[in-house]
């Protein structure tokens, strides 16, 4: 897999548009396939989870680019890095030629796991962007202006494409058209791309809680019914290599010349030792006095602050994608919201315990004994703060942290103390320079501090 991996990653400058769309199964969606995988992977885990996890005080903006968005002067250039080359112009073109070919050439386990890299990504950029182009995205030349659409609608859209993904995967292939090592995930294993279909599904009915919290934790509760991971080996991971040139996206960021851009934040290290977290250590690296200090919300400088863990900073950490860890919040969340408060509690314990594990390589009782213990009465009485809290640093560096943030208002984040928008914490990113300039009769005329649809 690794071998593969490589392939994809010094692929990612080839454009797929020079590709002949009549080619062979083997040479045309067999190299799309790694090759969006890596490029969904290296967006999600590379530049949004950096902007977000400094939005959400996980890590410090502490110089350049990162300290601008740090002080919440995040810029249309710099949102649009992501957008062109690891979202529209990178992944979700090559997920929609994809389908596409794939249809031609009855690759239907091809298209149904193409269908849920492109619902997860659509659901990412939705939850930045709110209304985006997609039913006009993939025209190229044909189109330079592409309409953009309701959010709302493209929520529907997303669990259109996971559903169909699920039938697609049922279909009977020739062995031709078998997975197998173009699948860089899950290595063609077509039970476990439906599990984290179901477990997609559940996430992005989660995001609609305030709009309509009863229906969509139902909503949440009734996908996970479906079947989805009962263990962490299950979860929808994007693994990398141990070498540098094979490495993750967090890793390549610290050996990059940007390197003092991030450090931990000063909120998310308090917090942790406030609760004697077992996973400081792993999320953080001591200063060179042997302590875990964060970096202000805003404020420039990495003297004496803690750099990044070895949990991420290996070459070999993973992309999570969506984890069992998450699914298991999900759980606790839906039943908390519909008062199954037992339910609710033995999740969020699970979900404790499943993260410690993950990232420690072991439990810690006593730990769980006082974070983790919760029964009915207790997250009943106050345990929806402590469960999304929980959630909060069990999800360190994934993107999902902004969107619980906004859904919940958990943690309770003070505006970073230098900032650009008034005191007010962004809650979506900036349309990109790109789109303002080509496309600006299309780009809705929004702030950072606008909501998106299910933020209301």
Not at 98 to 111: G, K, L, P, Q
Not at 266 to 273: A, H, M, Q, S, T
Request: proline fraction near 4%.
């Amino acid at each position: 897999m690794v071998g593969i991996l490589v392939i994809a990653l010094n692929a990612c400058d080839l454009s797929s548009t020079n590709e002949n769309p009549n080619q062979a199964t083997e040479t045309g969606i067999n190299n799309l396939l790694p090759h969006a995988q890596v490029n969904l992977a290296y967006g999600l885990g590379g530049d949004i989870s950096q902007y977000n996890s400094i939005l959400m005080q996980q890590m410090a903006g502490t110089n350049r680019e990162h300290q601008n968005v740090g002080r919440y002067n995040f810029s249309n250039t710099r949102a649009g890095d992501v957008w062109n080359s690891n979202l529209y112009g990178g992944s979700m073109n090559d997920l929609h030629l994809i389908i596409n070919r794939a249809s031609d050439n009855e690759a239907w386990h091809h298209r149904g796991v193409a269908k849920i890299l492109m619902a997860n990504a659509l659901g990412n950029v939705v939850s930045l962007w709110n209304d985006v182009p997609y039913s006009e995205a993939f025209g190229g030349a044909d189109n330079t202006r592409p309409a953009y659409d309701n959010a709302e609608e493209l929520y529907e859209v997303v669990q259109s494409l996971l559903n169909d993904a699920k039938s697609d995967l049922q279909r009977e292939v020739s062995p031709a058209n078998v997975l197998d090592r173009a699948d860089l995930i899950y290595g063609g294993d077509l039970e476990l791309w439906e599990l984290a279909a179901n477990a997609l599904s559940a996430r992005f009915h989660n995001h609609r809680s305030k709009i309509d919290s009863q229906g969509s934790a139902q909503d949440v509760l009734n996908a996970l019914d479906q079947g989805t991971f009962a263990e962490t080996a299950e979860n929808m991971n994007l693994n990398f290599g141990t070498e540098d040139q094979q490495a993750n996206p967090w890793y390549n960021h610290k050996l990059s010349t940007f390197e003092d851009n991030t450090r931990l934040g000063e909120f998310f290290i308090d917090l942790l030792i406030s609760i004697d977290d077992p996973r400081l250590s792993f999320y953080a690296e001591e200063n060179s006095d042997g302590d875990f200090v964060g970096q202000e919300a805003g404020v420039s400088g990495t003297s004496g602050i803690s750099n990044l863990g070895p949990y991420y900073n290996t070459p070999e950490a993973p992309v999570h994608l969506i984890t069992y860890t998450e699914v298991k919040f999900l759980e606790a969340e839906a039943n908390y919201r519909l008062g199954n408060y037992q339910e609710a509690a033995d999740a969020m314990n699970e979900a404790i315990i499943s993260s410690l594990i993950k990232i420690t390589g072991e439990t810690d009782d006593d730990y769980v004994d006082e974070q983790a213990s919760e029964d009915a009465a207790s997250i009943q009485d106050g345990g929806f703060e402590r469960l999304m809290t929980h959630k909060y640093v069990a999800l360190f560096l994934q993107p999902e942290t902004f969107s619980d943030w906004r859904r919940t208002g958990i943690p309770a984040l003070s505006p970073a103390s230098d900032n650009v928008t008034s005191g007010t914490i962004p809650r979506r990113w900036p349309y990109p320079q790109g789109e303002l300039n080509a496309n600006s009769e299309n780009v809705p005329d929004v702030s950072i501090t606008d909501r998106v649809f299910w933020d209301q």
